[in-house]
């Protein structure tokens, strides 16, 4: 287990958080995201994973952990006094370390008032950092969604899914409303060339695209097959409605191709 090829999913999830120096909630949920954005069929395809589904995942996450602190790839810190991770604690070892990462809390967002529990980072380790860099910034490493070549179309495209605020459609979204007059096929070619350069990133497996259908819900995963039918249902695409956050939506995916860097 010395190089990025020999982890396995979860283990590089792990790895990429704690080079970002991140805290290790949130880690169920992105390996489910992940394993999706992969095509595996061992997690749901149109939504995230519930919080049933996050604590089940906890005992890989703690084995993952414990194996990659013991390959020297990463340590798990406590925080300095805030839940936002921005400088090293205590490293956390021994039975602590063992009793820490079989805790779901240490995994999965809180639903409840849970300040008690301790804040915890997840930190690279210097050699951790060299192995991961050893294939991020290999010369046959893929290239990131930032260094494509993109039209300005493309681009906006792009930027919509970096913004938490970014919609495709809706009173607020970057796409311009369905022409009133167009049905049958004239509209499915409308949809159809509209929606080129949002295709470009689905095929790739550098962009997802969501519906929300009310205003906070969560959204619901489209896959490319159906993007097509999806923007072009006047009703899904909310155009009509004032509400703010309602319609389709798109995110960068953190896929193992898209993120490594």
């Keep these: 287990m010395k190089t990025w090829d020999e982890l396995t999913v979860t283990e590089q999830v ?3 958080r704690a080079v970002a120096g991140t805290t290790p909630r ?3 949920q992105h ?3 992940v394993l999706r954005w992969a095509g595996s069929p061992e997690v749901p395809r149109r939504r995230n994973a519930s919080p049933e589904e996050q604590s089940a995942r906890v005992p890989e996450l703690a084995a993952a952990t414990l194996r990659l602190v013991a390959g020297g790839w990463l340590t798990l810190r406590r925080a300095l006094s ?3 991770v921005q400088e090293d604690g205590p490293e956390v070892t021994g039975a602590e370390l063992a009793q820490l990462v079989v805790d779901t809390a240490t995994w999965v967002w809180p639903w409840d008032d849970r300040s008690g529990v301790p804040v915890l980072s997840l930190r690279a380790t210097e050699e951790g950092r060299r192995r991961w860099e050893a ?3 290999a010369p046959d490493a893929p ?3 930032h260094q494509l070549d993109l039209t300005e179309v493309e681009d906006r495209v792009r930027v919509c899914a970096m913004e938490a605020s970014g919609w495709l459609t809706g009173p607020f979204g970057i796409l311009a409303d369905l022409p009133s007059e167009l049905e049958g096929e004239e509209l499915r070619a409308y949809v159809t060339a509209d929606l080129a350069p949002l295709v470009r990133f689905v095929r790739e497996g550098a962009i997802e695209v969501l519906h929300v259908a009310e205003p906070a819900a969560e959204g619901t995963v489209v896959p490319l097959e159906e993007l097509l039918d ?3 249902d006047r009703e899904l695409r909310c155009d009509d409605r004032a509400d703010w956050g309602v319609g389709f939506t798109c995110v960068l995916t953190q896929s193992l191709a898209n993120a490594l860097r």
């Design 14 to 16: 792990l790895v990429r």
């Design 26 to 28: 949130g880690s169920a």
């Design 31 to 33: 390996v489910t995201a």
């Design 82 to 84: 805030t839940a936002f």
């Design 135 to 137: 294939r991020a910034y």
């Design 143 to 145: 290239p990131t969604v």
């Design 230 to 232: 999806a923007f072009g």
